[in-house]
């Protein structure tokens, strides 16, 4: 009787447990990014009667006889399945079409993993989640460069001033180089390539024509660092450390050599006159691009957190995930093209993946099996209320 009262308040209790998941999905169904959890259990340790004998020759064998103790919680398993793509036509908002979580940054430096992409942009242009944190992935430097070299760009006037015929001189313009970030400007620090996305350009303020004689120049500068950047991108194919470090130290002597006569020739940023951005696009790839003197300009790439056992991450409330010793290090990836991350919509949000049929199926089920537990406590109550009046 004691083993059967210990099983019912046993039964009781885990099934309230599952009766609070059951409650806590159905209660999550139209929570963006939401993943189901279920309830698993298992039974505990049983009470050995006899144990169980082999054959013994003239006696068959036997099995053994155990009386079970109850049952306790196995898991709590958050299910990472696909949900539906709800369209807001809002252009911040995201969805991972595959796996993958985006990656926030968390006040004290570290990062948080979320499946839901409703982001904003903030007063200073950053985008940002629902909480205020940064949304963590790669930031091209806006800057003044040439956008368009000319149709003549082998040039070389030698000092003469005499363009080519059919010359076209160089377009200035705001021009994102995606080898150089944007310098952190208030000191925080992020591992693993990461900065903070921030949507914002500033324009120069000079608006004077440029002299011949300079335009040769530039025209030149810009060709060697197309030059740069294509022997950078082959080097980093064949995979050789010191080529590719070679190659890098010529790309950025270049991008230096053009910065500095954008700098000497006044053509620099103009930071007190921020621009607005038009045009805010999503890329399957997580490339967020805009509109920037009629031209569209790749500003910053999301990029994806990948993990060898998502069900691992903890939940850190808000629709946020940590990562544990369990779920392994979080894989920094590239939508699409790298470690099998998802690709990114725009303009929609992931739904919640509960099933709403199977939690109130479950919820029936658990009900009547609490129910169940609750008689056994009663029955075991009364039996137990018989033998103390015995005596009488």
Request: no cysteine; net charge negative; aromatic share 6%.
């Amino acid at each position: 009787m004691m083993r059967s009262l210990y099983s019912g308040i046993s039964g009781l209790r885990n099934h309230q447990t599952r009766m609070d998941v059951i409650g806590n999905n159905i209660a999550n169904v139209n929570t963006a990014g939401y993943k189901t959890a279920r309830t698993t259990f298992q039974d505990i340790f049983s009470q050995n009667v006899s144990a169980g004998m082999g054959n013994q020759g003239q006696v068959g064998g036997t099995n053994p006889m155990q009386i079970g103790l109850g049952i306790r919680l196995s898991t709590v398993d958050v299910l990472h399945t696909r949900s539906a793509f709800q369209r807001t036509d809002r252009e911040t908002d995201m969805m991972i079409n595959g796996d993958g979580f985006f990656i926030v940054a968390a006040p004290d430096g570290g990062y948080f993993y979320t499946r839901a992409g409703n982001f904003d942009i903030d007063n200073e242009g950053y985008l940002v989640n629902s909480m205020g944190y940064y949304v963590m992935g790669v930031t091209n430097e806006l800057k003044m460069g040439v956008i368009d070299v000319g149709s003549a760009p082998e040039i070389d006037w030698d000092g003469t001033g005499t363009a080519p015929p059919g010359y076209r001189a160089p377009v200035l313009g705001i021009v994102a180089e995606p080898e150089a970030r944007n310098p952190d400007r208030d000191g925080l620090e992020f591992t693993q390539g990461l900065d903070r996305i921030r949507l914002i350009a500033y324009p120069s303020a000079n608006t004077e024509p440029i002299d011949p004689e300079e335009l040769s120049i530039l025209a030149n500068l810009q060709i060697d660092l197309n030059e740069a950047r294509k022997a950078l991108a082959e080097a980093r194919l064949t995979g050789v450390g010191a080529d590719i470090a070679a190659a890098l130290q010529d790309f950025q002597d270049a991008v230096i050599a053009l910065d500095q006569w954008i700098e000497d020739n006044g053509y620099a940023n103009d930071t007190d006159n921020p621009r607005p951005l038009t045009g805010f696009a999503v890329g399957k790839d997580g490339s967020i691009s805009v509109m920037i003197d009629n031209r569209k300009v790749v500003i910053a790439e999301v990029q994806l957190a990948m993990f060898s056992n998502p069900s691992g991450l903890e939940k850190g409330g808000n629709s946020l995930y940590r990562e544990t010793a369990s779920s392994g290090e979080a894989v920094i990836s590239r939508p699409i093209v790298e470690n099998g991350a998802g690709s990114v919509d725009g303009g929609g949000l992931e739904m919640s993946n509960v099933d709403l049929s199977n939690e109130f199926t479950d919820m029936i089920v658990t009900q009547r099996g609490f129910q169940a537990n609750s008689r056994i406590i009663t029955v075991s109550d009364t039996m137990l209320e018989e033998l103390v009046n015995l005596k009488r």
